[in-house]
């Protein structure tokens, strides 16, 4: 079964610009959650979503916006980059928002 | 607010065990989770612990939670190079959110 899938895996941007993410949850998962994580830290939670409504968001700028589709997907989008910006971005689904979250292998964006 | 703690880094033998700690922040939690993440990769789901548990063993993976003492540690028996990784122990902070919070991770080295 496939895992979590997000796109693109790499990407780089200049600063002012946005960016797309896009995530795939497991079959049959409802929920999405996006996390950030810089390097040497842990993730940080940005969003999470369950039948397309924002069950959570963490602490984090109104550049950052999210939303699900019908089909559970969900896509991460933020606008005016800077360079604190750049980090592994990482998706997460589970079964509903209180079952153990499985990860996606990220998409690194790098801020020139 | 209060941080999950873990030290930053641990060393073993081959074939030795691995105890590595966390300290967590939320009595309330329901449930903690130990992550590993290899280089390059996301997050890969080891074990999880519900909160009325004390321990829980899974193949070569202990985890034994103290709610006392908000400690929770992941014991891997019989260590293996391919359990090099950095490891992260996560709570669910506060009732009725489910977003994770993160320790910064533990890299454990293992010597041939």
């Known amino acids: 079964d496939a895992g979590v899938t997000q796109s693109p895996t790499h990407l780089i941007k200049t600063r002012g610009q946005h960016v797309t993410l896009r995530c795939s949850p497991i079959?049959?998962?409802?929920?999405v959650s996006w996390y950030q994580q810089v390097l040497g830290q842990g993730p940080q939670f940005i969003f999470q979503?369950?039948?397309?409504?924002?069950?959570g968001r963490g602490n984090f700028p109104d550049r950052f916006s999210a939303r699900q589709f019908p089909n559970y997907s969900s896509e991460l989008n933020v606008n005016a980059l800077l360079l604190g910006d750049s980090a592994l971005y990482l998706c997460?689904?589970?079964?509903?928002?209180?079952?153990?979250?499985?990860f996606g292998d990220g998409t690194r964006l790098s801020i020139l | 607010g209060e941080d999950v703690e873990q030290s930053l880094f641990l060393s073993v033998r081959e074939g030795d065990s691995s105890v590595i700690n966390c300290t967590y922040t939320?009595?309330?939690?329901?449930?903690l989770y130990w992550y590993k993440q290899e280089p390059g990769a996301g997050l890969q789901l080891l074990t999880y612990?519900?909160?009325?548990?004390d321990m829980k063993q899974d193949q070569r993976l202990t985890v034994l939670l103290n709610k006392k003492d908000k400690h929770l540690s992941l014991r891997i028996a019989d260590t293996q190079t391919g359990d090099s990784a950095i490891y992260f122990c996560?709570?669910?902070?506060?009732?009725?959110?489910?977003?994770?919070?993160f320790g910064k991770g533990t890299k454990l080295s293992v010597i041939p």
């Open positions: 996560a709570e669910v902070r506060g009732a009725g959110s489910y977003q994770l919070t």
């Open positions: 939320d009595s309330s939690s329901t449930y």
């Open positions: 997460a689904s589970s079964l509903v928002g209180d079952q153990p979250q499985h």
């Open positions: 079959s049959g998962h409802k929920s």
């Open positions: 612990i519900f909160s009325n548990m």
């Open positions: 979503y369950y039948e397309k409504e924002e069950r």
